[in-house]
């Protein structure tokens, strides 16, 4: 009896780990229960194999136990330091109730945040959460006006007081100050914990958890907590780190083949594609503004199949003007969508050179219209702070024109800043002032520059097309803040006015009108890559002399200047990767990705480059916008990888520079 009484009270657990065994219980509960939601909320797209439910459960099961090790880290630190005198003390109640209920906030806070950005972009926490934490007026802005926050927040707290209750019904807070704990004891949590800590930041990768070829349950798989912090950690991604490579000398080889001209020549030989193209025709000078619309999808437009009527002016402009019909854009975010028509270049890996450091003085095509005499302006509506918009335009030789809202932290502008007036606002939300806004600003600009003489290059950024969706009242007959649709067809609107008192002006005649879509509304899809969801419209209307035509050539955002300064008929030099898409050696293609895939696109065949050094190959439906997987061609291989290895190379050894 005496063996067997030592036995029990030497392997006795302290009742002080009752509060941590149950907070992580409870974790992995509404964890799970947070993962369900997901996959009935995705129910069409995810796969119901038995086998692949149980290893989207177990994936997400394994990540939840690392997530939760370091959220009870410091707790686990606390019952290691507190002596057992105390335990039970006012100070001690004090501190664990303060820190539970603090703790449980948080994580409520963050499983409704999480169905929140769910609903948005369909997929847990990734790097656009970790701007979102940086950019905090637009994006506390945007929830208070697209959700009735008092009640979010009433219902997080009301969660936490259920917990809360529970844990008190069920003694679990008399247990935890009830008694102490040994030393040994208190060693083998903090071991455990700090073990599994330097476990998962040595051996696991969040990709880890992308075992299977249908994305929804990759993103299932995945922790949201967990994924936060590895974006946090991983935004910038070399390619030579983390993508298939081959030979330097060989892939500039590559690429110097596919973005040569006829009408272009080489500055040199080696790792560069500088060249000169030499025009055909007499050279034209026409003001150039540029509208690169928010989300525009394809899709919104009649001219591709939409029946909801929401685009009429967009549709109008498609008979009228140069409509590529068969564009498609390099990522899924505003950023991308400046990248790729300003430089001209694929998307690099990680974040957009717009947001990196070292992206001043670059050459990008406001340098093609300086050295032709043209003054250049970018005008955003809300402040431009936010996504290094400012420091990337003004470091590139625009001027700038946004709502400045003096943000404290340095936007490092090379440039001249120009602040919207609260007198010409009439409309604003949190992304920044309503379309007809920034479009009237951008006229009065344009005025100046017409009586001064000079030709001008006018950039401008919308923003009403974003949630919260609200615009004026009284504009459409959809109710400003309903839906997308409404801001879809607003968006529409405002540009239908300022193209008709654009009219007006003395200027219009001899100015040519680009318009883009940055990115489409949305890039969710079970597959790797959603083709479909990067399908975009862009239009040039009222080029002088010439010819209204679509153009059905697959081709890219980074197309579309060097198309329009072909039928400027301009002689310039070319750092671009883009080029004229009339021209009969065009070889059809598009480049796309995400932050971490990178997509090379050749009619009905897709290579995607992954960024654990793997490749997939497949081709591609548009019937039902699928993939269906095929054995890799080398040949095809060494050209998607060329496009992306040279790009990434150029920047990071500053071969796009001036």
């Known amino acids: 009896m005496k063996i067997k009484g030592s036995f029990k009270t030497q392997f006795h657990l302290s009742k002080r780990l009752s509060l941590l065994f149950n907070f992580v219980k409870v974790f992995l509960l509404l964890s799970l229960l947070l993962r369900v939601v997901f996959y009935f909320w995705q129910a069409a797209d995810v796969s119901w194999n038995p086998l692949n439910i149980l290893m989207t459960l177990g994936t997400g099961l394994f990540f939840d136990l690392g997530t939760c090790g370091f959220i009870v880290l410091p707790s686990i630190l606390y019952l290691f330091i ?13 501190l664990v109730y303060i820190f539970f209920n603090l703790t449980v906030f948080l994580l409520m806070f963050t499983f409704l945040a999480e169905l929140t950005f769910w609903e948005e972009f369909r997929t847990r926490f990734n790097f656009i959460a970790v701007d979102y934490l940086i950019y905090t007026h637009e994006v506390i802005s945007n929830i208070k006006e ?4 008092p009640l979010l ?12 209750y529970i844990f008190h019904k069920r003694f679990v807070f008399k247990n935890t100050f009830s008694e102490g704990i040994s030393l040994r004891q ?32 990759n993103e299932i798989s995945k922790a949201g907590i967990y994924s936060f912090f590895a974006e946090f950690r991983n935004n910038r991604m ?24 006829k009408n272009a020549h080489f500055d040199g030989s080696g790792y560069a594609i500088k060249r000169e193209v030499d025009a055909q025709g007499i050279s034209e000078k026409p003001n150039v503004v540029f509208i690169l619309m928010e989300s525009m999808s394809a899709s919104f437009m009649k001219e591709f199949g939409n029946k909801k009527n929401i685009t009429p002016n967009m549709d109008n402009l498609a008979q009228n003007s140069i409509l590529f019909s068969n564009l498609y854009a390099t990522g899924t975010r505003t950023v991308r969508g400046m990248e790729a028509v300003t430089l001209c270049i694929p998307p690099t890996p990680g974040q957009s050179i717009v947001k990196r450091p070292e992206n001043h003085d670059l050459f990008t095509v406001s340098t093609v219209f300086k050295d032709h005499g043209y003054d250049n302006s970018f005008f955003y509506g809300g402040d431009g702070y936010f996504d290094n918009m400012n420091s990337y335009f003004g470091g590139n030789g625009f001027t700038i024109y946004d709502r400045g809202r003096g943000s404290v932290l340095n936007d490092n502008i090379k440039a001249k800043r120009n602040n919207i007036k609260d007198s010409e606002v009439t409309f604003e939300n949190a992304w920044g002032i309503c379309d007809e806004d920034i479009y009237k600003k951008m006229m009065s600009v344009a005025d100046e520059h017409y009586k001064q003489g000079k030709p001008f290059f006018n950039f401008v950024m919308t923003t009403s097309n974003h949630r919260p969706y609200t615009y004026p009242e009284g504009r459409i007959n959809i109710p400003s803040g309903k839906n997308r649709d409404g801001a879809v067809k607003y968006a529409d609107f405002a540009l239908g006015k300022m193209l008709r008192e654009a009219q007006t002006k003395p200027w219009f005649k001899n100015t040519v009108f680009v318009f883009v879509a940055d990115h489409c509304a949305s890039s969710a899809g079970k597959d790797e890559i959603d083709v479909a969801n990067y399908h975009i419209p862009a239009i040039i209307y009222n080029l002088s002399g010439a010819e209204k035509r679509k153009i059905e050539k697959q081709c890219s955002q980074i197309d579309i200047f060097p198309t329009l300064f072909s039928l400027m008929h301009w002689d310039y030099e070319s750092n671009f990767f883009g080029k004229d898409v009339l021209q009969p050696d065009f070889n059809e293609r598009a480049l796309m990705g995400t932050y971490r895939k990178l997509t090379l696109m050749k009619k009905d065949e897709v290579m995607i480059l992954s960024d654990q050094k793997k490749q997939n190959f497949y081709s591609y439906s548009i019937k039902d916008n699928s993939l269906k997987a095929k054995d890799i061609e080398t040949g095809f291989l060494d050209e998607a990888i060329s496009w992306y290895q040279t790009a990434d190379y150029m920047f990071s050894h500053k071969l796009l520079k001036k």
């Open 82 to 94: 507190m002596p057992n005198r105390f335990i039970g003390s006012e100070v001690d109640k004090a």
């Open 146 to 149: 697209s959700y009735p926050l």
């Open 153 to 164: 927040i009433g219902i997080v707290l009301l969660a936490t007081a259920v917990v809360f």
């Open 186 to 217: 208190r060693v083998t949590v903090v071991m455990i914990g700090i073990t599994v800590m330097f476990f998962f930041i040595g051996f696991v990768k969040n990709t880890d958890a992308e075992w299977s070829s249908n994305r929804y349950n």
């Open 238 to 261: 070399d390619y030579v780190d983390f993508y298939t490579t081959i030979n330097e000398k060989n892939a500039f080889s590559l690429v110097r083949h596919n973005v040569a001209e």
